[in-house]
């Protein structure tokens, strides 16, 4: 299929490219971007006028459940949501049942998703033999397998030496190491920030500090190590100042941070009634932590956004606030409440946003994708940033509803998806 998508802004970071022009693909890459593109007559044509054309966008933080968790929701349904909200391409957890320890997960996965074809999708193997945090998985089988990253995500290594030998390990096959970063023993049987907000509502709290002393321990490691490392679903003011620390004495560090902690603090949960759709780990933090997330995106600390998409089932979270799972969806709100809150608040450039949520996550996971140069993938996110949405949690793609932002009323959406050369059509 030859496609031209014809009269959009391009905006690609990785080309510093800004401006309206043409893009030309065929046999799945781009072939040509220019102000004008002549063409034959078997060329099938998009008409963008009005609209912005970024590289394919990324999610690096999805959790598709399958295998083992079809209930919450599938592969298929994961990568309709990613398309659906804007992402051509997604990296997902390793906590699936079976653990994706082992290249015969691994290759399930990558069968799956290509036999869908709704959105690419990289799968992070497991740092941990079924995520028990004693014993190495098989990482190099992993990385020969496909793994992008290796991860115990919903479980962090608590264990040093195994931490150690990972980072070290890992950079035999130039993997991340990822690493969801919490002390279980300061965090305890806590289930929201703790905080004034906890103290009022009469609810165990996750103290900051249950993520600052992991990062500091981890940041100890990688200078020991020289491994590389990528700490998730960053929430903390001052976890955020030793990344800071570790960047300026060249570590190989990076970082991410959600949506709902740029946006949302620990008073949402009062605010919402307790409502568990604000229960999510790392929990909401204190608006001094939020602001700090913010300002990291603002300065660069912050290499890009994630929505750590944790889908689970109605009657899951349909329970007390202290019993219900940690967990919401963001796959299909991450783009317009990026565009809304942040470039239409004046918070980010569109430059910037497209770097976090593209051409960085390309970069630091080895992807493909993240640029629209001639002879790259030809995956593109069409964005129309005058479109008005109200979120509408039963109308998500997803199995999964639960998400804070429901009713939100925003401007700016994601409105097409090519993969490939062609339209994502759902």
Known sequence: MTLLLRGARVVDPSQDLDRICDVLMADGCVVEIAESIDIGEDVEVLELQGKILTPGLIDVHVHLREPGHEYKETIRSGCRAAAAGGFTAVACMANTEPVNDNRSVTEHILVTAQRHGFARVYPIGAISKGLRGEELAEIGQLADAGVVGISDDGRPVENADLMRRALAYAQHFDLPVIQHAQDLELSGRGVMHEGA????????????????TMVARDLLL??????????????????????????????????????????????????SGMSTDTKMNPPLRSEADRAAMIEGLVDGSIDLIASDHAPHHVDEKDRQFSEAPFGIVGLETTVSLCLDRLVGAELLSLNRLVELL???????????????????????????????????????????????????????AAVQTILGGRPVVL
């Open 197 to 212: 907000w906890s103290t009022r509502l009469g609810l165990p709290g996750i103290p900051g500090v249950a993520e600052d």
């Open 222 to 271: 990688v200078e020991l190590t020289g491994g590389r490392y990528h700490l998730q679903h960053l929430s903390t003011a001052r976890s955020l100042d030793l990344i800071r620390d570790a960047k300026a004495r060249g570590l190989a560090v990076t970082t991410e941070v959600t949506p709902h902690h740029l946006l949302l603090n620990d008073q949402a949960v009062s605010d």
């Open 358 to 412: 593209s051409c960085r996550p390309a970069e630091i996971f080895g992807l493909p994708g993240g640029s629209l140069a001639p002879g790259r993938p030809a995956d593109a996110t069409v964005l129309d940033l005058e479109r008005e949405v109200v979120v509408d949690p039963a109308s998500f793609q997803s199995k999964s509803r639960s998400t804070p932002f429901g009713e939100w009323s925003l401007r700016g």
